[in-house]
């Protein structure tokens, strides 16, 4: 049986391009298009929708509660967010009513990639599963405003390095943690950075959106120390994580933006277990002594969901690319994706097993998955280059 989709947005030119863009997938999906919130409503009062699509800023009934609607009545059905509004109030405020936030404009690549995800048939089982632990946790990171206020300057394509710079140099704290990973080894700059200009100029403004965002959020738990668990070990090895993933990713000859998603990605895959260790102390110090099978299996008895899953959520809501998102919640069950290509997924996952030594996690390659995308044979290069970082210290 065909999904049906239903898409909600107050422009008409907006729902005249999405109409346009998926004409090709009209064999694999319904869909409908409502022009605002009442009309939407009287559509999912009429049928199942098994996903929706809104817009969040429309006049009368907003895209929030669309979803609230939505969510109390048709709770199975997976809710997106399509908007071009991206701010920490906006994430917080979604939190328990979307899955997924996706920013304006949207590629057709990433919405149709998007679609396809949230559209199998585990993808709503589990996310509920997620939404349901998330929503009882009280200290959640906030997205940093200077990443929105940076994402929003980017947007502008007269914009300098020099004026990114100076925006982030307003926060000294923020400078100084930023010129201390750009500086270290490894990033292997020729000459050290001295100003958050520089460090763009150096490494690029998609690497330096990742460092500032990894280390804002982490820095929100700075000081909050778990029994088996600290931010701050956990901000260095996520740092390992990402720069191995993107030197995984051009050693296979990825684009720049697997490479640069890559990076993002392995810079924020312990978000999750961040959040729970910080919320749920108790709890965390029961993984150690659970009977389950492995760390992973583990997570899910104690916790209902997995650290890498709650991380996704989260980031999804937060706008981050799907595949960065995909690259975090699957980090430890790759072969859970469609897509068969080499992406920032596979790149973070060989990365995090690489690196894990003692850390809680499931420190072990998907061959299958690998073999599927014929470089599992790829191993002691890998192998080398985890070396060759695990050998340099860290600052």
């Given at each position: 049986?065909?999904?049906?989709?239903?898409?909600?947005?107050?422009?008409?030119?907006?729902?005249?391009?999405?109409?346009?863009?998926?004409?090709?997938?009209?064999?694999?999906?319904?869909?409908?298009?409502?022009?605002?919130?009442?009309?939407?409503?009287?559509?999912?009062?009429?049928?199942?929708?098994?996903?929706?699509?809104?817009?969040?800023?429309?006049?009368?009934?907003?895209?929030?509660?669309?979803?609230?609607?939505?969510?109390?009545?048709?709770?199975?059905?997976?809710?997106l967010?399509?908007?071009?509004?991206?701010?920490?109030?906006?994430s917080?405020?979604?939190?328990?009513?979307?899955?997924?936030?996706?920013?304006?404009?949207?590629?057709?690549?990433?919405?149709?990639?998007?679609?396809?995800?949230?559209?199998?048939?585990?993808f709503?089982?589990?996310?509920?599963?997620?939404?349901e632990?998330?929503?009882?946790?009280?200290?959640?990171?906030?997205?940093?405003?200077i990443?929105?206020?940076?994402?929003?300057?980017?947007?502008?394509?007269?914009?300098?390095?020099?004026?990114?710079?100076?925006?982030?140099?307003?926060?000294?704290?923020?400078?100084?943690?930023?010129?201390?990973?750009?500086?270290?080894?490894?990033?292997?700059?020729?000459?050290?950075?001295?100003?958050?200009?520089e460090?763009?100029?150096?490494?690029?403004?998609?690497?330096?959106?990742?460092?500032?965002?990894?280390?804002?959020?982490?820095?929100?738990?700075?000081?909050?120390?778990?029994?088996?668990?600290?931010?701050?070990?956990?901000?260095?090895?996520?740092?390992?994580v990402?720069?191995?993933?993107?030197?995984?990713?051009?050693?296979?000859?990825?684009?720049?933006?697997?490479c640069?998603?890559?990076?993002?990605?392995?810079?924020?895959?312990?978000?999750?277990?961040?959040?729970?260790?910080s919320?749920?102390?108790?709890?965390?110090?029961?993984?150690?002594?659970?009977?389950?099978?492995?760390?992973?299996?583990?997570?899910?008895?104690?916790?209902?969901?997995?650290?890498?899953?709650?991380?996704?959520?989260l980031?999804?809501?937060?706008?981050?690319?799907?595949?960065?998102?995909?690259?975090?919640?699957?980090?430890?069950?790759?072969?859970?994706?469609?897509?068969p290509?080499?992406?920032?997924?596979?790149?973070?996952?060989?990365?995090?097993?690489?690196?894990?030594?003692?850390?809680?996690?499931?420190?072990?390659?998907?061959?299958?998955?690998?073999?599927?995308?014929?470089?599992?044979?790829?191993?002691?290069?890998?192998?080398?280059?985890?070396?060759?970082?695990?050998?340099?210290?860290?600052?």
């Amino acid at each position: 049986m065909k999904k049906r989709l239903l898409f909600v947005d107050d422009e008409p030119m907006v729902l005249q391009g999405l109409q346009r863009l998926l004409r090709p997938l009209r064999e694999e999906w319904e869909m409908e298009f409502a022009g605002s919130g009442a009309s939407a409503l009287a559509h999912t009062a009429a049928a199942h929708y098994d996903v929706v699509i809104t817009d969040m800023m429309m006049p009368g009934r907003d895209g929030a509660e669309f979803l609230a609607r939505v969510r109390e009545h048709s709770p199975k059905t997976v809710r997106l967010i399509l908007s071009g509004h991206t701010s920490p109030e906006l994430s917080m405020k979604c939190v328990g009513l979307a899955h997924q936030f996706l920013s304006k404009p949207c590629d057709a690549g990433t919405l149709r990639a998007t679609l396809a995800r949230v559209t199998q048939d585990s993808f709503a089982e589990g996310s509920a599963r997620i939404m349901e632990l998330v929503v009882q946790l009280e200290d959640l990171p906030s997205l940093p405003s200077i990443f929105c206020e940076i994402v929003r300057l980017l947007k502008n394509p007269e914009a300098s390095l020099e004026e990114a710079g100076a925006l982030i140099a307003r926060d000294i704290a923020l400078t100084a943690k930023l010129l201390k990973i750009v500086n270290s080894s490894f990033f292997g700059l020729a000459q050290r950075a001295s100003r958050p200009a520089e460090a763009a100029a150096y490494l690029g403004l998609e690497t330096l959106k990742a460092i500032i965002l990894a280390t804002s959020v982490f820095g929100q738990f700075e000081g909050k120390e778990t029994p088996g668990f600290s931010p701050t070990d956990a901000a260095e090895h996520s740092q390992r994580v990402g720069t191995l993933a993107r030197a995984l990713a051009r050693a296979e000859g990825a684009s720049r933006t697997v490479c640069d998603e890559a990076l993002t990605a392995g810079f924020l895959h312990e978000v999750g277990t961040l959040i729970l260790a910080s919320n749920l102390p108790e709890d965390f110090q029961r993984l150690a002594r659970s009977a389950a099978g492995t760390p992973l299996e583990a997570e899910r008895e104690v916790f209902g969901a997995t650290h890498a899953e709650v991380g996704g959520y989260l980031l999804g809501l937060w706008g981050l690319p799907p595949p960065v998102v995909e690259a975090i919640s699957q980090h430890h069950a790759p072969g859970a994706t469609p897509n068969p290509n080499f992406s920032a997924l596979t790149a973070v996952h060989i990365a995090s097993v690489l690196l894990a030594g003692d850390a809680p996690a499931a420190a072990t390659l998907d061959l299958d998955y690998l073999s599927r995308l014929g470089i599992a044979e790829h191993r002691p290069a890998w192998d080398a280059a985890a070396d060759e970082l695990l050998a340099a210290p860290a600052h």
